[in-house]
């Protein structure tokens, strides 16, 4: 990869803020001076004051949404305190952030507290809505502990570690010298915690190859957004980018299984031409390395989801069919050219549900819900206290989406569940 340079940061990060609190409304014209204040956080600080009145803004900062009101200030210029009232009813937590810093950068300050504990809360710092300062973030909500920050440098640019009950999750990311410029490396590891380790620590084996696929592709993509980042802050050319590297690894793939078909016709007749005698020239192939795309496929039909399994799955898949000599070059192009297809239509599928979910008429950074209960329930982390409070609440929120799943009432259905996804896998 390559690192950006600090305008093409800035850029990217005026568009990620301006999408998060509305529209245009990062830079708009000067601000003023102040500071967050006492009142931006702890407990019932930020008081019952008059609520200002400085126009609509959208987003997470609106003034005049049913739960957010600007107590103080002008809306996103320092000085600028607002506070979350939840619904009449609303007993789980209450939040208020303010605005501070320079005139030109304007920093944020969100605070989430337990109405029960004020000592478990959540604190989000962002140091720079102009400008890509920093962003940092603690929690020390009962179930959830967590320590996150992010610093637009080489060295120090992710680092995220989460703390539940019965597991711990770090994830680092740094950017370092390679053979050729530069490279993305990040790490990820979980753990079982306490109690749970004995338990925990089996299921995630055979987790560890979707995971490290799932943690590869997410590296590859972050690495192109930075490289590119300069030209394109937002992302808009990403897929493109993506689509022709896996085209680039179709292509590659194609190449050497001719050669295999190639290798195998010029052979004897005595010496066999057979499924065997392909599977030979395969085996001889060089081994798929350092100079294939470095990218994923979209959607992976091998073990791991490399290109030399996909390589594999597109070969078996040829050797399956038991074609005759003489159309062997031609099934290679179909199986590749399906292959493909494949890919592309996924990343065209992705991407216009992507669109979609954009262009919907969905207020971005919405906080607002409908009842107390709906706000107790969002705010309600019990279900974070065990992998299998956790693995019911998943499958009852997706079953809102797949009707199919199970019900799972107790503890026993967890398991029996995971079990039976586990050995899917």
């Avoid at 440098?153 to 680092?172: A, F, G, H, N, P």
């Avoid at 992976?300 to 040829?318: H, P, V, Y």
């Avoid at 709906?374 to 998943?394: G, K, T, V």
Wanted: glycine share 10%; hydrophobic share 40%.
């Amino acid at each position: 990869m390559t690192w950006p340079s600090d305008e093409g940061f800035h850029a990217w990060w005026r568009a990620a803020t301006a999408d998060a609190v509305g529209g245009g409304a990062i830079g708009d014209g000067p601000v003023g001076d102040g500071t967050i204040g006492d009142r931006a956080v702890g407990g019932g600080a930020v008081g019952d004051g008059p609520i200002g009145d400085g126009g609509d803004v959208a987003g997470v900062f609106e003034v005049d949404g049913e739960h957010v009101r600007l107590v103080s200030g002008e809306p996103l210029r320092p000085g600028a305190v607002y506070r979350w009232i939840p619904p009449e009813g609303g007993v789980v937590g209450s939040a208020a952030w303010g605005i501070g810093g320079r005139p030109d950068r304007r920093d944020v300050y969100l605070e989430y507290q337990e109405s029960a504990n004020p000592r478990r809360r959540v604190v989000v710092r962002v140091d720079g809505l102009d400008a890509c300062g920093s962003a940092s973030a603690t929690s020390t909500l009962k179930h959830l502990g967590a320590e996150a920050s992010f610093v637009p440098e080489r060295d120090r640019l992710l680092d995220i570690e989460v703390t539940l009950d019965w597991l711990l999750v770090q994830v680092r990311a740094r950017v370092a010298p390679a053979e050729a410029g530069e490279q993305l490396r990040v790490t990820l590891r979980v753990v079982g915690r306490g109690l749970w380790k004995p338990i925990v620590a089996p299921l995630l084996v055979p987790l560890g190859i979707p995971l490290r696929h799932l943690l590869t592709s997410e590296t590859e993509e972050a690495a192109d957004r930075l490289t590119h980042l300069d030209e394109d802050p937002r992302g808009n050319g990403a897929p493109e980018r993506e689509l022709a590297r896996i085209r680039e690894g179709a292509e590659l793939i194609r190449s050497r299984l001719h050669e295999v078909v190639r290798t195998v016709d010029a052979r004897p007749f005595w010496r066999g031409r057979g499924q065997g005698a392909l599977q030979e020239a395969f085996a001889a192939l060089p081994a798929v390395g350092a100079g294939w795309p470095t990218v994923s496929p979209a959607i992976t039909f091998g073990a791991s989801g490399r290109w030399w399994d996909e390589e594999q799955w597109i070969f078996d898949a040829l050797i399956d069919r038991n074609p005759w000599r003489r159309k062997r070059h031609e099934l290679v192009d179909d199986q590749v050219d399906l292959w493909l297809s494949q890919q592309e239509l996924l990343i065209e599928h992705r991407e216009k549900a992507q669109a979609e979910h954009a262009a919907a008429d969905v207020a971005k950074g919405d906080l607002s819900v409908a009842t107390a209960a709906q706000f107790n329930e969002l705010m309600d982390l019990s279900w974070l206290a065990s992998p299998w409070s956790a693995i019911r609440h998943l499958v009852r929120k997706a079953r809102e989406e797949d009707e199919d799943l199970p019900q799972l009432d107790t503890d026993e259905d967890a398991r029996r569940f995971l079990a039976s996804m586990l050995e899917d896998l």
